[in-house]
């Protein structure tokens, strides 16, 4: 290496030694530094490493390449390839193995003097050293050398050669090869296949050429430009790298005519590619005067089936170093580590950190891989974030079935937990919705139940004009107050916001009783509030304040109330409309809001955003006039869509202005869950079609299957195709004739097509419980299952053998009769099935196939054969 750029070489059996070469041979200790001081005259490294030299050979000169012999023992064996062709072999200290003493300085000669390029040692047969030659058009370029050879019969001494002081050796020429390849040809690079002892791949100098030393008159080659640094991959020994100027071929000796990969050309020509001899698939590259190695990280071992076929890559650089890299060396043993030499002999150690894989699964598990590390994320026991995530929410509410109760929708709200009052108001809000849409039809078939789910807000608008207020008496009180008279469309909206029931009374008790049940003190006394009966409301108070959970300072609030009077200048009047505000609960304060606001004016009570919506609205519908109305819930409305608030659903209904305030909630919370549920409950066809419900629809089904969650998916799909028909799949599978490839998918189901009896199939007994035994469309015979030998279409439950057959494939009663038992079902691999329920049976205790001499694992070939629904495993 006599002028050029230095090239480094860590040990193969020491781990903390390499050599760099140049003009001589240089040895250096590794060691660590990260507990003690640089000691004097070691060079450093890294932050945590330092290189002391240990010695130095310059009696090799004229070096152009170097290898270091394979075996434990002698540890310091080098061969140098020299520039007139000759091997020496030499060591770095002194060996004190008289076995292996006389190797030391023994050369190897060609016949004809011309450059070594190349030097490999054998990895099965340590002794033998192949050697890659310029051409000479007498000679052979490669040549292949046995260092213990003691067939010699052209070993002539030569003058001593002093080694160290005070020792002397004889040094001896070996001019006979083992084995002498690829005449009239130039070798720039070689690398032993790691499969077989005699099998060597050389870079010619316009072919990669594979030579057999069984038979060396023979050999396989490829033409390519690509023929240096050949190197083959240590874990995976059919995939060898060579590299032409500055583009890197990647080879797959199965499949020799063309290399499987062409890495990216780089703009400068390449001095040194190497795969990592700890990580499997990780190639290094490096150009000329660069300070960066690129690394290419194939992700797969490549197959040679089809023309086409690539490994995928990923490529990425790293730059162990400012200056420019003459040369770079993977460690042996240490995971993704390497040493850089620059031109002026600084080195450098240097790790490659791996990238960093993460993995989220569906249930907020988190894990990461580098290298081969594999981390779990786990949550601290007292960290209540991972309850309130809302992908935990919906996925203990499909387990709890929630949204499926389509008879009593009010009650989805509990199995959802109960703890959001949103999703309360939401679900009582649908389930007066279908309630009074199902009366109105049986009353009048017409359009108008479809006006109930087109909200508040239209109902509203379709009255507007026609109301008149009167005045009305208060319960408990000498004073009359204006209310709206209530037409159709009003009692329509308080029987939605559940004020009253359905019918034509418009008495809240009922309403105000099940408050009461629930323990909504405050709630039930402002509604009784609302309809003038403060009597009533007062009751209710100090019931409150009496029962167990109860507040005692309600006693305070009724004494309040019953000390009200109308006058305007009052000081009770005027201390209400000071303290109410400091009052905890929206109810109470709006109860004084209304008591002490002038006729007409109830912003006190429209507007506090504390109070549910369906009361507000109720209060507006008994108090506004059409106009003040119309405006309110077209400006509440508003709010609602803004704020994605499901309150709001109440006066959007399941429109287009639904969609949108759907939007906006799923958007702030990410439930499509209950956008799913809620769209699909009486949305009319327009809006179902809706791209953003068609999205929320499918992610709820991605994610219910990506929890595993598959029968909880198939339930929402029945649901699905029940509330909205346009939704049910076709059929997409069927099983056809062996013969004529038309379905019998229909003569399985014991149904006659066409008008045909069943005993021209070939069907006996009852519709119920049919036999057919052939294709309808050409009569041909089913065929068997492999284990009762009977034809396809039999029945499990009408096979002969009765109840001993089925207790030996432990079948109860309810699967025998169950339909699945009856499916077809075959191996895609050998073809062999039979009924689905004799097939599950036999799979349980048995892996191959119950056809005699057939040995396919038929359930080991389907990767999802192992799956189990996480529904049927976590609680």
């Given at each position: 290496m006599s002028g050029t750029k230095p090239d480094i070489l860590w040990a193969p059996h020491q781990v903390d030694r390499f050599v760099v070469c140049d003009s001589e041979l240089s040895?250096?200790?590794?060691?660590?530094?990260?507990?003690?001081?640089?000691?004097?005259?070691?060079?450093?490294?890294?932050?945590?490493?330092?290189?002391?030299?240990?010695?130095?050979?310059?009696?090799?000169?004229?070096?152009k390449c170097v290898a270091w012999y394979l075996n434990y023992d002698p540890e310091c064996l080098l061969a140098v390839g020299q520039a007139n062709g000759r091997v020496v072999l030499t060591s770095l200290g002194q060996d004190h193995n008289s076995k292996f003493r006389d190797l030391i300085g023994?050369?190897?000669?060609?016949?004809?003097?011309?450059?070594?390029?190349?030097?490999?040692?054998?990895?099965?047969?340590?002794?033998?050293?192949?050697?890659?030659?310029?051409?000479?058009?007498?000679?052979?370029?490669?040549?292949?050398?046995?260092?213990?050879?003691?067939?010699?019969?052209?070993?002539?001494?030569?003058?001593?050669?002093?080694?160290?002081?005070?020792?002397?050796?004889?040094?001896?020429?070996?001019?006979?090869?083992?084995?002498?390849?690829?005449?009239?040809?130039?070798?720039?690079?070689?690398?032993?296949?790691?499969?077989?002892?005699?099998?060597?791949?050389?870079?010619?100098?316009?072919?990669?050429?594979?030579?057999?030393?069984?038979?060396?008159?023979?050999?396989?080659?490829?033409?390519?430009?690509?023929?240096?640094?050949?190197?083959?991959?240590?874990?995976?020994?059919d995939r060898v790298a060579s590299f032409y100027e500055g583009q890197v071929a990647i080879w797959d000796l199965r499949k020799f005519e063309k290399p499987v990969l062409t890495l990216t050309e780089q703009p400068k020509?390449?001095?040194?590619?190497?795969?990592?001899?700890?990580?499997?698939?990780?190639?290094?590259?490096?150009?000329?005067?660069?300070?960066?190695?690129?690394?290419?990280?194939?992700?797969?071992?490549?197959?040679?089936?089809?023309?086409?076929?690539?490994?995928?890559?990923i490529e990425r650089s790293v730059q162990p170093c400012d200056n420019y890299i003459a040369s770079f060396a993977w460690h042996p043993t240490s995971q993704n580590?390497?040493?850089?030499?620059?031109?002026?002999?600084?080195?450098?150690?240097?790790?490659?950190?791996?990238?960093?894989?993460?993995?989220?699964?569906?249930?907020?598990?988190?894990?990461?891989?580098?290298?081969?590390?594999?981390?779990?994320?786990?949550?601290?026991?007292?960290?209540?974030?991972?309850?309130?995530?809302?992908?935990?929410?919906?996925?203990?509410?499909?387990?709890?079935?929630?949204?499926?109760?389509?008879?009593?929708?009010?009650?989805?709200h509990i199995l959802a937990g109960n703890e959001d009052p949103q999703l309360k108001s939401l679900w009582y809000t649908l389930h007066f919705m279908k309630q009074y849409t199902e009366d109105m039809d049986q009353k009048s078939p017409g359009n108008k139940g479809s006006l109930v789910y087109a909200g508040i807000k239209s109902i509203v608008k379709s009255s507007l004009g026609m109301v008149e207020s009167s005045r009305h008496n208060w319960i408990g009180l000498d004073k009359q107050t204006d209310i709206q008279n209530l037409n159709e469309e009003r009692i329509l909206a308080l029987q939605l916001c559940g004020w009253i029931k359905k019918g034509t009374d418009v008495d809240v008790g009922p309403f105000l009783n099940s408050l009461v049940q629930e323990e909504e003190w405050e709630r039930a006394a402002a509604v009784a509030l609302f309809n003038l009966d403060i009597r009533r409301a007062i009751q209710i108070l100090n019931e409150g304040a009496s029962s167990e959970k109860g507040d005692l300072n309600l006693n305070v609030v009724a004494m309040a109330l019953s000390g009200y009077t109308d006058e305007k200048n009052s000081l009770w009047r005027e201390m209400c409309s000071t303290l109410r505000l400091q009052l905890n609960n929206p109810y109470l304060c709006v109860m004084f809001a209304f008591l002490t606001s002038d006729t007409g004016s109830y912003d006190g009570v429209l507007y506090e955003n504390k109070v549910a919506v369906r009361d507000r609205v109720a209060f507006a519908c008994k108090f506004l006039s059409d106009t003040q109305l119309n405006r309110y819930i077209e400006k509440l409305t508003n709010e609602m869509k803004e704020a994605g608030n499901l309150e709001g659903i109440l006066l959007t209904g399941l429109t287009k202005d639904g969609v949108d305030l759907m939007e906006s909630y799923v958007d702030r919370t990410g439930d499509v869950q209950t956008?799913?549920?809620?769209?699909?409950?009486?949305?009319?066809?327009?809006?179902?079609?809706?791209?953003?419900?068609?999205?929320?629809?499918?992610?709820?089904?991605?994610?219910?299957?990506?929890?595993?969650f598959w029968h909880k998916r198939a339930e929402f799909d029945i649901h699905r195709s029940k509330l909205d028909p346009s939704s049910k799949p076709l059929a997409q599978v069927f099983v056809s004739c062996n013969f004529c490839g038309k379905s019998i998918s229909y003569s399985c189901s014991a149904v006659p097509h066409q008008g045909r009896g069943f005993s021209q199939y070939g069907v006996s007994g009852s519709p119920t419980k049919s036999k057919v035994t052939s294709c309808p469309g050409c009569r041909k015979p089913l065929p068997r299952c492999a284990l009762c030998l009977i034809n396809m279409g039999t029945p499990v439950s009408s096979c002969p053998g009765g109840s001993k057959s089925d207790e030996k494939v432990d079948l109860s009663k309810d699967k025998k009769l169950a339909q699945f038992n009856n499916w077809f079902t075959w191996c895609h691999n050998c073809r062999h099935g039979g009924h689905a329920g004799h097939m599950l049976s036999w799979f349980r205790d048995h892996a191959e196939c119950p056809v005699s001499a057939c040995t396919c694992k038929c359930m080991q070939l389907d990767t999802t054969g192992n799956l189990v629904p996480a529904e049927t495993v976590q609680p």
């Amino acid at each position: 290496m006599s002028g050029t750029k230095p090239d480094i070489l860590w040990a193969p059996h020491q781990v903390d030694r390499f050599v760099v070469c140049d003009s001589e041979l240089s040895l250096y200790h590794v060691e660590s530094t990260v507990n003690s001081e640089l000691k004097a005259g070691s060079l450093r490294l890294s932050e945590d490493s330092a290189a002391t030299l240990l010695s130095i050979n310059s009696d090799t000169p004229y070096m152009k390449c170097v290898a270091w012999y394979l075996n434990y023992d002698p540890e310091c064996l080098l061969a140098v390839g020299q520039a007139n062709g000759r091997v020496v072999l030499t060591s770095l200290g002194q060996d004190h193995n008289s076995k292996f003493r006389d190797l030391i300085g023994k050369e190897f000669v060609p016949k004809h003097a011309r450059q070594c390029n190349t030097l490999a040692w054998n990895p099965l047969d340590s002794n033998w050293l192949a050697a890659g030659l310029d051409k000479h058009r007498a000679d052979f370029s490669v040549l292949i050398w046995d260092i213990c050879s003691k067939y010699t019969p052209d070993i002539v001494p030569m003058e001593k050669v002093k080694l160290s002081a005070g020792e002397t050796e004889t040094t001896l020429l070996v001019t006979k090869p083992l084995y002498e390849l690829g005449q009239n040809d130039a070798c720039l690079s070689l690398c032993w296949l790691p499969r077989d002892q005699k099998l060597l791949l050389a870079g010619m100098h316009r072919n990669l050429a594979i030579f057999d030393l069984r038979n060396t008159s023979q050999k396989m080659f490829v033409n390519t430009k690509a023929v240096q640094g050949v190197t083959v991959d240590p874990y995976f020994h059919d995939r060898v790298a060579s590299f032409y100027e500055g583009q890197v071929a990647i080879w797959d000796l199965r499949k020799f005519e063309k290399p499987v990969l062409t890495l990216t050309e780089q703009p400068k020509p390449l001095t040194k590619v190497a795969w990592c001899p700890t990580r499997t698939g990780l190639l290094a590259t490096l150009t000329r005067d660069s300070n960066i190695i690129r690394l290419y990280d194939m992700q797969h071992t490549p197959t040679p089936i089809g023309d086409e076929t690539e490994p995928t890559i990923i490529e990425r650089s790293v730059q162990p170093c400012d200056n420019y890299i003459a040369s770079f060396a993977w460690h042996p043993t240490s995971q993704n580590r390497m040493i850089v030499v620059t031109p002026n002999r600084t080195m450098s150690d240097f790790t490659v950190f791996e990238r960093i894989s993460l993995a989220w699964s569906p249930i907020t598990s988190l894990m990461w891989a580098c290298g081969r590390h594999l981390y779990e994320c786990a949550e601290e026991e007292n960290d209540n974030a991972l309850e309130k995530d809302i992908a935990t929410k919906m996925r203990l509410r499909a387990l709890s079935r929630y949204g499926l109760d389509t008879e009593q929708l009010w009650r989805n709200h509990i199995l959802a937990g109960n703890e959001d009052p949103q999703l309360k108001s939401l679900w009582y809000t649908l389930h007066f919705m279908k309630q009074y849409t199902e009366d109105m039809d049986q009353k009048s078939p017409g359009n108008k139940g479809s006006l109930v789910y087109a909200g508040i807000k239209s109902i509203v608008k379709s009255s507007l004009g026609m109301v008149e207020s009167s005045r009305h008496n208060w319960i408990g009180l000498d004073k009359q107050t204006d209310i709206q008279n209530l037409n159709e469309e009003r009692i329509l909206a308080l029987q939605l916001c559940g004020w009253i029931k359905k019918g034509t009374d418009v008495d809240v008790g009922p309403f105000l009783n099940s408050l009461v049940q629930e323990e909504e003190w405050e709630r039930a006394a402002a509604v009784a509030l609302f309809n003038l009966d403060i009597r009533r409301a007062i009751q209710i108070l100090n019931e409150g304040a009496s029962s167990e959970k109860g507040d005692l300072n309600l006693n305070v609030v009724a004494m309040a109330l019953s000390g009200y009077t109308d006058e305007k200048n009052s000081l009770w009047r005027e201390m209400c409309s000071t303290l109410r505000l400091q009052l905890n609960n929206p109810y109470l304060c709006v109860m004084f809001a209304f008591l002490t606001s002038d006729t007409g004016s109830y912003d006190g009570v429209l507007y506090e955003n504390k109070v549910a919506v369906r009361d507000r609205v109720a209060f507006a519908c008994k108090f506004l006039s059409d106009t003040q109305l119309n405006r309110y819930i077209e400006k509440l409305t508003n709010e609602m869509k803004e704020a994605g608030n499901l309150e709001g659903i109440l006066l959007t209904g399941l429109t287009k202005d639904g969609v949108d305030l759907m939007e906006s909630y799923v958007d702030r919370t990410g439930d499509v869950q209950t956008a799913s549920y809620c769209m699909l409950q009486g949305s009319p066809l327009d809006v179902l079609k809706d791209e953003r419900v068609q999205y929320w629809i499918e992610n709820y089904r991605n994610l219910l299957d990506a929890w595993r969650f598959w029968h909880k998916r198939a339930e929402f799909d029945i649901h699905r195709s029940k509330l909205d028909p346009s939704s049910k799949p076709l059929a997409q599978v069927f099983v056809s004739c062996n013969f004529c490839g038309k379905s019998i998918s229909y003569s399985c189901s014991a149904v006659p097509h066409q008008g045909r009896g069943f005993s021209q199939y070939g069907v006996s007994g009852s519709p119920t419980k049919s036999k057919v035994t052939s294709c309808p469309g050409c009569r041909k015979p089913l065929p068997r299952c492999a284990l009762c030998l009977i034809n396809m279409g039999t029945p499990v439950s009408s096979c002969p053998g009765g109840s001993k057959s089925d207790e030996k494939v432990d079948l109860s009663k309810d699967k025998k009769l169950a339909q699945f038992n009856n499916w077809f079902t075959w191996c895609h691999n050998c073809r062999h099935g039979g009924h689905a329920g004799h097939m599950l049976s036999w799979f349980r205790d048995h892996a191959e196939c119950p056809v005699s001499a057939c040995t396919c694992k038929c359930m080991q070939l389907d990767t999802t054969g192992n799956l189990v629904p996480a529904e049927t495993v976590q609680p």
